[in-house]
């Protein structure tokens, strides 16, 4: 799977958008980006996933550059309870090896929603 | 609802005592997950299970085992645990192992040893 890079901490104030970018610069074509949150003392909550388009749900939305080499999750109204360490995954769709399975699991950022 | 369950949410064990570590789905999911996370780490993942079929990690220690009797229970058994397996350990369900399948996961169940 292609690595990732994100930053180690954002702040974001409450009530405004928090926009949290991840660098996949050796992605491939068949790789699917993820998006998880941990909040402190529970498990990792799946957020959002996209291929090559971009992708809304009732919690983000998911912004992937043309050359698929970065994206950007966008949380559109960030509460205090979205205070969490946000994890950016990118896996493999399907290989001979059967490592797809895997989440690879990177040092994430810090999301700090400030009052 | 809760939809991946852990029980307990804490444990506490002495060194070198058996201890067992249980995960619930109501997802009706084939597979069916195990990952350690100790302090201030990423999770990092011990084996699965695909229905019946166990998945073993090359580098999780023997000292881990685990069973799953049916599609909905999973256990982590740790036979003698040491003062290094402290940590938390979360299960997490997906219906299929291809990458566009997310896994979803329990809350985890914080293991201590005395």
């Known amino acids: 799977d292609a690595k990732t890079t994100q930053p180690p901490s954002m702040d974001c104030a409450e009530g405004r958008a928090a926009n949290l970018p991840c660098n996949h610069s050796?992605?491939?074509?068949?790789?699917?980006v993820y998006w998880y949150r941990q909040i402190h003392s529970q498990g990792p909550q799946y957020i959002i996933h996209?291929?090559?388009n971009n992708e809304t749900n009732e919690m983000a939305s998911l912004i992937i550059t043309e050359d698929r080499k970065s994206s950007t999750l966008i949380l559109p109204h960030a509460t205090l309870r979205d205070t969490a360490v946000y994890y950016c995954?990118?896996?493999?769709?399907?290989?001979?090896?059967?490592?797809?399975?895997?989440?690879?699991f990177g040092k994430g950022t810090l999301l700090t929603v400030n009052p | 609802d809760a939809m991946v369950i852990q029980n307990p949410r804490y444990q506490v064990t002495q060194f070198g005592k058996p201890v067992t570590l249980s995960c619930s789905q109501t997802?009706?999911?084939?597979?069916m997950y195990w990952y350690q996370q100790k302090s201030s780490q990423a999770p990092k993942l011990l084996f699965h299970?695909?229905?019946?079929?166990?998945?073993n990690e090359a580098d999780t220690p023997d000292n881990f085992q685990s069973r799953r009797p049916n599609t909905s229970f999973c256990f982590l058994d740790i036979r003698s645990p040491g003062l290094g397996d402290a940590a938390m350990y979360l299960c997490?369900?997906?219906?299929?192992?291809?990458?566009?399948?997310?896994?979803?996961f329990g809350d985890g169940t914080r293991l201590s040893i005395l």
């Open positions: 997490a369900t997906s219906r299929e192992t291809g990458g566009n399948q997310p896994q979803h």
């Open positions: 050796t992605i491939s074509g068949n790789e699917y």
């Open positions: 996209g291929l090559k």
């Open positions: 995954i990118v896996r493999v769709e399907w290989n001979s090896g059967g490592s797809n399975y895997k989440l690879t």
């Open positions: 997802l009706n999911h084939n597979v």
């Open positions: 299970y695909y229905d019946k079929d166990f998945n």
